[in-house]
């Protein structure tokens, strides 16, 4: 009797087991896709040649300060719609010298001169004003760039453009992705930015070479003065000008006022690990509110995207949405109350409002946000085992459509993901306060030391993506590659639950039964990852990366 009582529940589990990965492998996408193995160092970014620019720089002796400063700018010139000098973002460091995680803001502030009540009716265009001129914020990126180089950087300044300079006078090839912004986009550019997207009046297509000669001009500038040049310089005064021509918000006195700025990272543990991401003024907190709900959960029994799975991730990613509207803010005037969002005594209150069987209707706290996608995100490790995690955007493809005259700079559209309703809220575009960022790069920990990296672009699916890659490597043990394969689903506004098309349909189906609406959608994010191994002294002796199959990016190591 004693033999059958032990035998009885290990054969349970081995059925639980087997039905769990039948049901893994039949909602698998390119899971099969084995990830990028290094020794020496890792890069992951949106297009192969930021990611083999950034393994020259580390090749030559640079550090990964020195490359993700030379990836962010060679994505500027190949993805010129997803980010850029222009742009903003967020940026999770790991030093690892001084065994430090650091979250770098180059989200920056509102102009000081914004006035919110454009961006909503009954101010005439006030759809319009969120999409152009008036929606530019203070870019931060360049700033962000000489803050990594100056406090961490092995090379000189000047050597980390050298790739974007050449790659942006020579020009490259344009690919199926930017060929189809360019068309949909091309329209709305001011005449000298046709001159260099298109030939003829019509948009450069699949195939064409893209030449930017005035960007390769504003990095030769910037290579020279460093970061002065494009906040108090030549290039801001260009940027200045373009804006009282545009009759923008941002002036030089913005760009002259901005600075970078380190902040600490927030956290929570999950299930042995410690994770982290960055701290308000972003507004990635949501991200650890959903792991946190997630590890009341025993994922495992549930099974990697079962329906059971699946609905209680829906309904906990739902609780965390109406925290974000609820509860972001400045941390200058009103921080969020991370104490109590972060603790597992809120964790539990808040699962109690879960019913396993039914779907509940998302409850507005009063306020709706925007949403947007166009981003990018890239991961770098080099020998030492420092990180750079970072996501950097423009807003929309091609930012406000707004590119000074000469520089070859597309300026963002930041503001248009501000909340405008109600007036007033802590996400609205307040003058002079920190713009509110979505972005998520993440680190996970593991016995004190970095053990992956990640992040992705995606407008506000960032923050439901990135929660289940962390659990596909940590609960369902998958490789970086696998986890980032892994077909998701995604809360949208009102009551929608995006589902990729892997997901099969049975599970949809009972999906549906229980109260959800399903869509289906290809491409929810384009993550980028990476892990690292030590040996027993601590230090790296082995890289994965991985590259979302869902972009047209490279995972490399060496």
Known sequence: MRIRSLFIP???????????????DKGASNTSIEPA???????????????NAGLDILKAGGNAFDAAVTVAALLNVVEPAMSGMGGYG??????ADKKEARFLNSSSRIPQSVDSDVFRAPTPHYLANRRGAKAVSTP?????????????????????FAPAIRMAEEGFVVNKGLASLLQRAFPSFPAHAKRIYGTNGNPLQKGDRLVQRDLGHSFRLLSKSGASVFYQGEIGQAIDKAMKNADGFLSLHDLQSDKAEWWTPISIPYRGYEVLTASPPSTAFPSLIRLGMMSQFDNQDLCHNSVEYLHRFAEVTKLAFWCRLSYAGDPDF??????????EHFWKEEIRKID?????????????????SHTTHFVVADQDGNIVCATQTLGNSFGSRIMPKGTGIWLNNSLAYCTFEPKGNPMDAHAGHHKLSGDCPTLIMKQGRPWAAL?????????????QIVMNLIDFKMNIQQAISAPRISFVEPNILLMETDIPKDIQ?????????????????????LTIQYNAKGLPIRFTGSSDPRGQGLAKGF
Not at 10 to 24: I, P, T
């Open 10 to 24: 290990l054969l349970l589990g081995f059925f639980v087991l087997s039905f769990c990965q039948k049901n893994q």
């Open 37 to 51: 193995i290094g020794t020496n160092g890792m890069v992951s970014s949106a297009h192969p040649f930021a990611t």
């Open 90 to 95: 967020t940026i999770m460091i790991y030093d």
């Open 140 to 160: 931060g990126n360049v700033h962000a760039w000489e803050a990594m180089s100056q406090e961490y950087g092995n090379l000189k300044w000047e050597k980390l």
């Open 334 to 343: 009103k921080p969020p109350p991370l104490r109590r969002l972060l603790s």
């Open 356 to 372: 396993p069987k039914t779907a509940k209707p998302f409850q507005y706290p009063g306020i709706i946000e925007k949403k947007g």
């Open 455 to 467: 992040g992705t672009p995606g407008g506000h699916t960032i923050g439901q993506t990135v929660p």
């Open 509 to 529: 189906m009972a999906l549906k039964q229980m109260g959800h609406r399903i869509r289906e959608g290809r491409g929810i994010g384009n993550a980028h990852g």
